[in-house]
């Protein structure tokens, strides 16, 4: 995956955003990842750090090598590191189609949100099946934009979201992947699969998830893709930005917000 086909892109507002997406959805999507002292973790697409942090503080005595293309989302994880008191993990520019790690180097592999931005997710996958022993496991997170359902559900709100959909499609990745987890690490030689899927839900009564999920981490997504949907001829300026109004109701006193992600865990 090249640097420019990362349908977010690398500005101080997505790193902003993936922050409050990660703590907003820590209990939801990692309270249950947890490896043992001891054991070698390797998490790759590790962007700015902000499930790094989490996974070293659920598993404070594993070692953990995190990954990433980019050196300057690396930059970034090093610095959320060291001021979150990291000590644990180890960072290294690095391409997942091309590891540098010998046969069964890790007794687990972790990706979360990755899949979706790549062209070849089984074999990405089956790479990383290589590195892992024999016995240790994958963990993969992924969401689906297809699942996203929320009122108002205006039209122009509903092809805003599409428009999304359609930029990262057109770049070679594929937001509908959530669904897919399953039969993903199947494809890629893994046993002892399953998939628990996880819904994230906002309404008025969970002001936290109005505002950390809908405003902070799902609204700024959608935004983030404005001049690539209107260059790309996807949707027009103002339907865009209608949509945009349309979606912050959704986070008002009678919106609600539905998204579903995919945890799917197996075993080499």
């Not at 000590?87 to 899949?115: G, K, Y």
Request: glycine content about 8%.
């Amino acid at each position: 995956m090249a640097s420019h086909d990362y349908v977010h892109g690398y500005s101080e507002r997505e790193s902003v955003r993936l922050s409050d997406q990660a703590n907003t959805l820590e209990e939801l999507l990692h309270s249950d990842t947890k490896y043992p002292a001891g054991s070698k973790v390797l998490e790759t697409g590790c962007g700015i750090g902000a499930q790094t942090v989490i996974l070293s503080k659920n598993s404070p005595q594993a070692q953990i090598t995190s990954i990433d293309i980019s050196e300057e989302s690396l930059n970034k994880a090093k610095e959320r590191a060291a001021k979150e008191g990291v000590t644990n993990v180890d960072f290294r520019v690095e391409s997942i189609f091309n590891l540098p790690f010998e046969n069964e180097s890790f007794d687990h592999v972790f990706v979360c949100f990755v899949l979706e931005h790549l062209k070849e997710p089984v074999k990405a996958l089956a790479n990383l099946r290589r590195v892992l022993k024999k016995g240790g496991t994958i963990t993969v997170i992924e969401g689906d934009h297809g699942s996203c359902f929320f009122h108002p559900g205006t039209k122009d709100a509903v092809k805003a979201w599409n428009s999304l959909v359609e930029v990262q499609a057109r770049l070679g990745g594929d937001s509908l992947i959530g669904r897919q987890v399953y039969p993903l690490i199947k494809q890629a030689g893994f046993s002892d699969i399953t998939v628990s899927p996880r819904m994230a839900y906002s309404d008025s009564s969970r002001p936290h998830m109005e505002e950390g999920f809908v405003r902070k981490t799902i609204i700024p997504m959608v935004e983030g893709i404005r001049k690539d949907a209107i260059e790309m001829g996807i949707i027009e300026a103002e339907i865009f930005d209608r949509g945009i109004e349309d979606l912050h109701r959704t986070a008002a006193e009678y919106g609600t917000f539905n998204y579903m992600f995919f945890k799917g865990v197996g075993r080499k």
